[in-house]
């Protein structure tokens, strides 16, 4: 079964303004992580944004935030203040009794001056 | 701040052929994972080892297998390569023991296999 499931394979933002990138999951543990990473164009997998599912807050790193709705089971990403550097596929995923990440199929973002 | 180091970064192979791909861990990382990403897909987990030995297994082929040395640095060997393992390898690593779902990977900067 998909653990991960982001329904936006594509979208647009101008430039300056919010976007956000939809994300669910599925699983029947109690103790969950929940990841962002950006792969720009250069292929490489970094590190945005982390959210525990026993955590009470929703999670800021900069630009990025985390609106985590546990009973809904969404963990969507929100970047504020798009930049022309955030083009980028963004990959959720997440981690539960299994060692591994599992990943979402990812959303293209194209940011528009 | 060091990051995970992957070689090499680009390598072409014949079918049939044998292939090893390296990876080093940030120090004092002590897990090391191993995902494979086809063109267009998402990453998908190959196989993980924590202080030296296999944690976990996901869809690798028989005809891979990986291992971790002493200083913790990773091996991914690749035998009898179809046109089908032309993908990017990506090795991530974490610090905390293995089975907190909380411990981040960090993923360096993939090796792209390309198989003629």
């Known amino acids: 079964a998909q653990k991960i499931t982001q329904t936006q394979p594509g979208m647009f933002v101008q430039e300056k303004e919010a976007v956000t990138l939809d994300c669910t999951y599925d699983?029947?543990?109690?103790?969950?992580?929940l990841f962002w990473y950006k792969q720009p164009s250069s292929g490489e997998m970094i590190f945005l944004i982390y959210?525990?599912?026993?955590?009470?807050q929703n999670a800021t790193e900069g630009r990025y935030s985390l609106n985590f709705q546990k009973a809904r089971k969404s963990a969507n990403l929100v970047i504020s203040a798009s930049q022309l550097g955030d083009s980028a596929m963004y990959f959720c995923?997440?981690?539960?009794?299994?060692?591994?990440?599992?990943f979402g199929a990812g959303t293209t973002v194209t940011v528009r001056a | 701040a060091a990051g995970v180091i992957q070689s090499p970064r680009h390598l072409i192979k014949e079918k049939r052929e044998t292939a090893t791909l390296k990876c080093y861990p940030i120090p004092r990382h002590d897990t090391v994972y191993w995902y494979q990403q086809g063109p267009g897909q998402d990453p998908q987990f190959l196989i993980s080892f924590y202080e030296k030995m296999q944690s976990d297994k996901g869809s690798i082929p028989d005809r891979f297998s990986a291992q971790q040395f002493s200083d913790y640095h990773s091996e991914l060997n690749m035998s009898s390569l179809e046109l089908g393992d032309s993908a990017l390898y990506f090795c991530?690593?974490?610090?905390?023991?293995?089975?907190?779902?909380?411990?981040?990977?960090?993923f360096g900067p993939g090796t792209r296999l390309t198989v003629l």
């Open positions: 959210q525990g599912s026993y955590d009470e």
């Open positions: 991530a690593s974490s610090s905390t023991p293995s089975g907190a779902y909380t411990d981040t990977q960090y």
């Open positions: 699983t029947s543990d109690q103790s969950y992580g």
């Open positions: 995923a997440m981690r539960d009794n299994d060692y591994k990440l599992s």
